[in-house]
């Protein structure tokens, strides 16, 4: 779980390990839980780049908010530059739609087997970092799915009033009042499972991000309250205390909880 002064340095700090598969990694001299591969893109320590989207949008996302709206420098220096990170993410045929990772194998590399969860985080980067052609275009790759529905590019998953409005805000677009509501509704579901869970945090990261991102485009009454209420009442989880904890166990990425 990200706390609410440290929640960009904790989008930049990804190093998720898996014991999964041979896929080459360099570590990142900024920090050593975060790894690169040899295209400059982030992967897990074993190299694997199943979430390098998810991971290279919280990075990007959160470099833009460090330096532009909090005026401080970033922890991680990303290897290659925004341009060229999108430009491998993007299919090369098939315009507007992302792979998780541009060259491994797999599902990896099929824009059909892309997610809601890895979209979400590049398109608050494409918006921030002045992207609006491809997060046009992204919009544009959206396909009918479970028959009147709407779906992330090849994918069976749902577009919902949320992302419609982190769309909105990414290209400049006043966002819908029933999009926000639904967003603030997400909320409080996600605090009342963290109630229950404080150490299950996979949804709380791409929350964070639309939060974000209807802090600095187009804020609400609904997302202002609903930012606020998260930050005083989400469940405190082990990730709050990463930073103290890799200074005190530097190269330990064992469970923290042990400790």
């Given at each position: 779980?990200?706390?609410?002064?440290?929640?960009?340095?904790?989008?930049?700090?990804?190093?998720?390990?898996?014991?999964?598969?041979?896929?080459?990694?360099?570590?990142?001299?900024?920090?050593?839980?975060?790894?690169?591969?040899?295209?400059?893109?982030?992967?897990?320590?074993?190299?694997?780049?199943?979430?390098?989207?998810?991971?290279?949008?919280?990075?990007?996302?959160?470099?833009?908010?460090?330096?532009?709206?909090?005026?401080?420098?970033?922890?991680?220096?990303?290897?290659?530059?925004?341009?060229?990170?999108?430009?491998?993410?993007?299919?090369?045929?098939?315009?507007?739609?992302?792979?998780?990772?541009?060259?491994?194998?797999?599902?990896?590399?099929?824009?059909?087997?892309?997610?809601?969860?890895?979209?979400?985080?590049?398109?608050?980067?494409?918006?921030?970092?002045?992207?609006?052609?491809?997060?046009?275009?992204?919009?544009?790759?959206?396909?009918?799915?479970?028959?009147?529905?709407?779906?992330?590019?090849?994918?069976?998953?749902?577009?919902?009033?949320?992302?419609?409005?982190?769309?909105?805000?990414a290209w400049g677009e006043a966002p819908d009042p029933n999009g926000d509501l639904v967003l603030a509704g997400g909320v409080l579901t996600r605090l009342s499972q963290a109630q229950s869970n404080p150490e299950d945090v996979g949804d709380d990261l791409n929350l964070i991000v639309e939060l974000l991102m209807a802090?600095?485009?187009?804020?609400?009454?609904?997302?202002?309250?609903?930012?606020?209420?998260?930050?005083?009442?989400?469940?405190?989880?082990?990730?709050?205390?990463?930073?103290?904890?890799?200074?005190?166990?530097?190269?330990?990425?064992?469970?923290?909880?042990?400790?």
């Amino acid at each position: 779980m990200l706390n609410r002064r440290d929640a960009i340095r904790a989008l930049a700090s990804i190093g998720v390990t898996s014991p999964l598969a041979t896929f080459d990694a360099l570590a990142a001299t900024t920090d050593p839980g975060i790894y690169f591969d040899s295209n400059g893109l982030l992967v897990q320590r074993d190299g694997d780049g199943g979430d390098t989207a998810q991971r290279e949008g919280w990075a990007w996302f959160g470099n833009w908010l460090r330096s532009s709206e909090l005026k401080m420098s970033s922890p991680v220096v990303l290897p290659i530059s925004f341009a060229a990170t999108m430009n491998m993410l993007e299919h090369p045929t098939r315009r507007g739609e992302f792979r998780r990772h541009p060259t491994q194998p797999g599902f990896r590399s099929d824009p059909d087997a892309f997610s809601r969860d890895q979209i979400i985080p590049l398109v608050a980067a494409m918006g921030v970092w002045g992207d609006v052609d491809r997060v046009k275009r992204s919009w544009a790759a959206k396909r009918p799915c479970h028959g009147v529905l709407t779906c992330v590019q090849g994918t069976q998953d749902l577009i919902g009033p949320d992302l419609v409005n982190l769309y909105r805000r990414a290209w400049g677009e006043a966002p819908d009042p029933n999009g926000d509501l639904v967003l603030a509704g997400g909320v409080l579901t996600r605090l009342s499972q963290a109630q229950s869970n404080p150490e299950d945090v996979g949804d709380d990261l791409n929350l964070i991000v639309e939060l974000l991102m209807a802090k600095v485009r187009s804020p609400s009454s609904a997302t202002e309250q609903a930012t606020t209420l998260y930050s005083k009442n989400r469940a405190v989880s082990a990730g709050c205390y990463l930073s103290h904890y890799r200074k005190a166990y530097s190269g330990d990425y064992g469970p923290m909880r042990r400790r």
